[in-house]
């Protein structure tokens, strides 16, 4: 059961993190169409500035809980990974216990009040002309926050399968760097020559 429900609440970070995902292309195609207008055509746009960071703020946080799930982010693991499963498993359940889960309760708390006051005042960026709205934006603040401590839930889970069976268990597999795919790979042994 415990497996199940660490599985789906990484399922659904997997996917919200790829639907995010998506905010990269947008996000290239509108720099690439911005800087065809105001340097090819000299005209340039005047809600380009907002949408790239609106777009580049909407993956950066969404993009949280998919590397939680993941195990993607960075970490300072010098002694860490001289540890056996159980303690590796205890350090980070007791550093989600003590700091994670402070922290992302912040920002899904404050998030709520950050979003419902742009929703009130129906808020829009000052940085252009354009006066694009952002309360839209300011909802995924609390959205993340959300789930993040949703994945957070499932990484103690986690743990705590791992200090009772000594194991990690398997993550769901998704994308991986070149770099990972070519060390796990059966290299041909160099031609002599």
Not at 126 to 138: D, G, H, L, T
Request: with cysteine; charged share 20%; aromatic share 18%.
């Amino acid at each position: 059961m415990t497996t199940k429900i660490i599985y789906a609440i990484e399922g659904l970070s997997i996917w919200v993190g790829r639907a995010f995902g998506w905010c990269i292309l947008i996000l290239t195609l509108s720099v690439s169409y911005e800087v065809f207008v105001r340097y090819v055509l000299n005209s340039p746009t005047v809600w380009a500035f907002d949408m790239m960071v609106q777009m580049y703020g909407a993956l950066f946080l969404m993009a949280g809980p998919y590397a939680l799930a993941q195990d993607t982010h960075v970490r300072g693991d010098v002694v860490y990974r001289l540890f056996s499963v159980r303690w590796q498993a205890r350090v980070d359940f007791t550093l989600y216990i003590l700091f994670f889960f402070p922290g992302m309760f912040a920002l899904f708390w404050y998030g709520i009040e950050i979003a419902s006051d742009s929703w009130r005042y129906k808020e829009v960026s000052w940085n252009s002309p354009a006066r694009i709205q952002i309360y839209f934006f300011k909802t995924l603040i609390p959205v993340a926050g959300f789930l993040l401590m949703l994945q957070g839930t499932a990484e103690l889970m986690r743990c705590w399968k791992a200090i009772k069976t000594g194991v990690w268990m398997k993550r769901l597999d998704d994308v991986h760097e070149t770099e990972d795919l070519l060390m796990n790979e059966d290299l041909p042994e160099p031609s002599k020559g």
